[in-house]
């Protein structure tokens, strides 16, 4: 399969642990997008890496949010203490050309449940 | 107000009906994507068009760019097109996401 890969699938944990989502993007990808969806609502965009740099994070993303692409291949979303509140869905969606020209490919998402 | 505008927000149509999406959207963009996300989250880009019409297989999707609307069609719909379908435009680097059409079609 040489699609975006995401994983776990699905996690559940108690108010306050930390919780790691991974993110295997399609290989020659140099774009990638982190997003958060909940019931009823389109994705709302976190963070977006081009290769190894962070370029861009929305204000959604807390100082308890923090993502990683350290050699602009995988990437890792990490949340501490975390709420009820952060149970969504996670997204993540690679890219190659610049968005306008380029079609965006999405993982399988990370269902969070926060106990 | 959301960038993004679709409707309806639901829609249930029988086998083999003509459905309609339509999205509205406020900003100038780069491109506009057509989305279909099935039960259990994954996304499937269906359609990406800056300009006029696309077609593959049953379904079609518009674009005018003055009006800044966009249609999404499907011609002889069947149970297995019910998914939410999503609107989104690109802008620079950036994605904005309409909150999704839920088509359930019943056989």
């Known amino acids: 399969d040489t699609g975006v890969s995401q994983n776990p699938r699905h996690k559940i944990t108690k108010r306050g642990q930390n919780v790691t989502f991974r993110c295997d993007p399609i290989s020659e990808h140099n774009r990638l997008y982190w997003y958060r969806q909940t019931l009823g609502q389109g994705p709302e965009f976190l963070t977006y890496f081009q290769n190894e740099a962070q370029l861009e994070k929305s204000r959604l993303l807390s100082d308890r949010f923090s993502a990683e692409r350290p050699k602009g291949s995988f990437s890792t979303l990490e949340i501490q203490r975390t709420e009820q509140g952060d149970s969504a869905m996670y997204l993540c969606?690679?890219?190659?050309?610049?968005?306008?020209?380029?079609?965006?490919?999405f993982g399988e998402g990370s269902r969070l449940t926060v106990l | 107000k959301n960038e993004v505008e679709q409707s309806p927000q639901n829609l249930t149509a029988q086998e083999g009906e003509f459905i309609t999406i339509n999205c509205s959207y406020s900003v100038g963009i780069s491109a506009l994507h057509w989305l279909q996300q099935h039960p259990g989250g994954g996304i499937v880009s269906l359609f990406m068009l800056s300009s006029g019409k696309k077609k593959h297989g049953r379904l079609i999707a518009t674009i005018n760019i003055q009006e800044k609307h966009s249609s999404l069609h499907i011609t002889a719909s069947h149970p297995r097109d019910s998914a939410v379908y999503i609107c989104a435009v690109s802008l620079g680097n950036q994605f904005y996401f309409g909150t999704g059409t839920s088509l359930t079609v019943i056989p």
């Open positions: 969606a690679s890219s190659l050309n610049p968005v306008g020209t380029g079609e965006l490919f």
